[in-house]
């Protein structure tokens, strides 16, 4: 089972940059995909980047490509997301999960705020 530790969230100003971490202790070859996810209150969750864990690929939606970019330090057992061009309706928890998936996270809140 891999345990997922989200951090690196805050507020910050519209325009501005955050970059967060997700330590995922227990990551192997099992897990085919490790990604990033993100819910607001009464919205569901929505899926944001994920990596394959064979290869380099990353995939992006729509409402964060070219603005988000997830990197990973297989070392590590960590994946990033660093996020510019933030946008109050980035607003959210944010999360690290797998597939297949794992127990969720406590995730990180941003908020992007004025």
């Known amino acids: 089972q891999v345990m997922l530790v989200e951090s690196g969230g805050g507020l910050v100003q519209p325009g501005g940059s955050l970059r967060l971490s997700c330590a995922a202790s227990g990551l192997n070859s099992e897990y085919h995909y490790i990604g990033w996810f993100r819910q607001a209150p009464g919205k569901e969750r929505e899926g944001l980047a994920c990596s394959s864990t064979s290869n380099s690929r990353i995939y992006y939606a729509d409402s964060v490509k070219g603005r988000f970019f997830m990197s990973r330090d297989d070392a590590k057992n960590t994946v990033y997301l660093q996020m510019s061009g933030l946008k109050p309706e980035d607003t959210a928890r944010y999360y690290c999960?797998?597939?297949?998936?794992?127990?969720w996270g406590q995730g990180t809140q941003v908020t992007v705020s004025s």
């Open positions: 999960n797998t597939d297949p998936v794992s127990s």
